[in-house]
Each structure stands twice: as C-alpha cells, then as structure tokens.
C-alpha cells in the first residue's frame, strides 16, 4: 500500500497533485528548486482548500490536517523513504531526464516512479532510469486543474510490470480520481482527442466561420463541453499547446500542423490568463 508519496515540481500541476494526494490521507514531500516557490505553492493550495470550503467541495476541518500531511524540501535527497515519487516538471525530456537520474540513486527498490508528461513516450523516459527500475516506472497524467478533475491516464512503458500498473490505479482511485489505462504512444489518448478539436477550432477562427467567444459557447452548449477550447488553452497557456502540437505533429504528421494563428499569439506574448491576454484579456490581479 502507498502511504508516502513525492511530488517534484511546486508549479500548478505538482501543487495540486500533492494536494490530490493529502487529501487521501497520504504523506506527501514536495519539492521545488527553492523555497520561495515552495512557499507560493503552499499558499495557492491553502487558498483552494478555503474558496472549495465555500464551494461545498470540501469541509472547514480538512484545511489544516490536509496541510499538515504536506511538507516542502528543496532536496531530492529527502525522498528515501517513499513509496511513490510523480514528476511534474516542465516538458522537456532533458529537464525530467536529471530527475530521474537522481531519483534513482536515491528512492527506496520498490519505489514506484511516475511522470505526469502529457505527450512524452513513457518508455523512452523510463530509459532514464537503471534497467532494474523500469518496471517500477509509469506514467500518471494529470487533467488541469488536478484538485477538480477526475481523470488519470495511466500509461505503462515497455518494461512496467502489472503489480506496478495495479498499484498506481489503487492510489489513484485512493485519491478520489478516475484512471484508465493508455497504450504508451505520444499524446497518449485524451490529447490527441483535444488537440484535434482545438486545431480545427483554430481553422473555424482563421476562416472567419466563427470567433473564439463563440466557438467557447458552442462546445459548451451544443456538445456539453464544461469549458470552450479558446478558454481551455487560456488557462493551460498557448505556449504549451504549441509545444505539445508540434510533438504530436512530429509523431503523427500533418492533422496535428500547429496553425499559424498560434504561433502568432505565442510569438506575441498572448499566452492566456496569466499573462494578462491570451484568446480572452484579464485583469492581471486577478
């Protein structure tokens, strides 16, 4: 049974996986390249545990266990003593490639160590590792945002042993998520299936058939969407679907040729809610 888990990376997607897991009852040690991160990221979580309290997603007394199972350090020699380590550092192989290497000298033999790429071959990450590790490597991708969204894909490489595969579908259902399992190919299932709504909904856009505002209502309510692509990529930012579509257009070919129109709003610092503009303008406090 996993009872103690690591998360490296403090980003959205890391913090909010340690809270996923603290919420279960886990011990979770996350980690970050220095302390301020570490402490922004606490914040940001204290702040989605109170606004969830109000939302009725969560009870008033969580908020202080749930935080105290959640402790920071900026040094990958800390995670000994885990049963589980997820990676969630930016894409890029050669970033997660260091973790790995060093996660390996230091985690306990039956460590499971998972990556939550959203487009990186599983197997060719696992290769990061000693050969007598593999089997013990997986991949767990994550939805944004990871404290209301329900599923994993769970992805096996090559070598990953069933126990392995097993054990990270228990801890995810432990966590409140849904996982399904996903043959290890590039883009796995559920960004494929995006990426080739939002290409098309790009060619709606640059043909004139429709602004981006509306494409947003017409996904939502003609095809029961909860979010628009054009909001989707806002909140995710432009710059990573960019990168993501050119990985699934290495792999795949023409259907997944980035557009031109986002290349033009990446080039131009458009890349969504945090930068102030993206398909939408936002007030940058908020």
């Known amino acids: 049974m996993i009872k103690n888990v690591g998360v490296v990376g403090a980003g959205l997607m890391g913090s909010e996986i340690a809270l996923v897991f603290a919420l279960a009852g886990k011990d979770v040690l996350l980690n970050d390249a220095n302390e301020e991160n570490l402490a922004r990221a606490m914040k940001n979580l204290e702040g989605i545990l109170h606004r969830g309290v109000g939302r009725g997603f969560y009870e008033a007394d969580q908020i202080v266990p749930t935080l105290g199972r959640i402790h920071t350090t900026t040094k990958l020699q800390d995670y000994s003593d885990r049963d589980l380590v997820v990676e969630a550092v930016f894409e890029d192989e050669a970033?997660?490639?260091?973790?790995?290497?060093?996660?390996?000298?230091?985690?306990?033999?039956?460590?499971?160590?998972?990556?939550?790429?959203?487009?990186?071959?599983?197997?060719?990450?696992?290769?990061?590792?000693?050969?007598?590790?593999?089997?013990?490597?997986i991949g767990t991708h994550f939805f944004s945002p990871v404290s209301r969204m329900k599923l994993v894909e769970v992805i096996p490489a090559m070598d990953t042993a069933r126990e392995t595969v097993d054990a990270t579908m228990e801890v995810c259902k432990e966590s409140g998520k849904t996982p399904i399992e996903v043959k290890d190919?590039?883009?796995?299932?559920?960004?494929?299936?995006?990426?080739?709504?939002?290409?098309?909904?790009?060619?709606?856009?640059?043909?004139?058939?429709?602004?981006?505002?509306?494409?947003?209502?017409a996904c939502k309510l003609g095809l029961g969407h909860p979010i628009g692509p054009f909001q989707l990529l806002d909140l995710t930012q432009n710059s990573l679907s960019l990168q993501v579509q050119g990985i699934l257009h290495d792999a795949y070919g023409e259907r997944f040729q980035p557009r031109p129109i986002l290349k033009q709003m990446v080039q131009a610092g458009y890349n969504g809610k945090k930068a102030g503009r993206g398909w939408y303008k936002y007030d940058k406090k908020s």
């Open 95 to 137: 970033v997660k490639a260091a973790v790995f290497a060093k996660l390996d000298e230091v985690v306990p033999e039956n460590c499971i160590i998972a990556s939550n790429t959203s487009s990186i071959s599983i197997t060719g990450l696992s290769s990061h590792v000693s050969a007598q590790r593999r089997s013990r490597f």
């Open 185 to 217: 190919v590039v883009g796995f299932a559920v960004n494929r299936l995006l990426h080739a709504l939002v290409i098309e909904s790009m060619r709606l856009v640059e043909e004139g058939v429709a602004t981006p505002q509306d494409i947003d209502v």
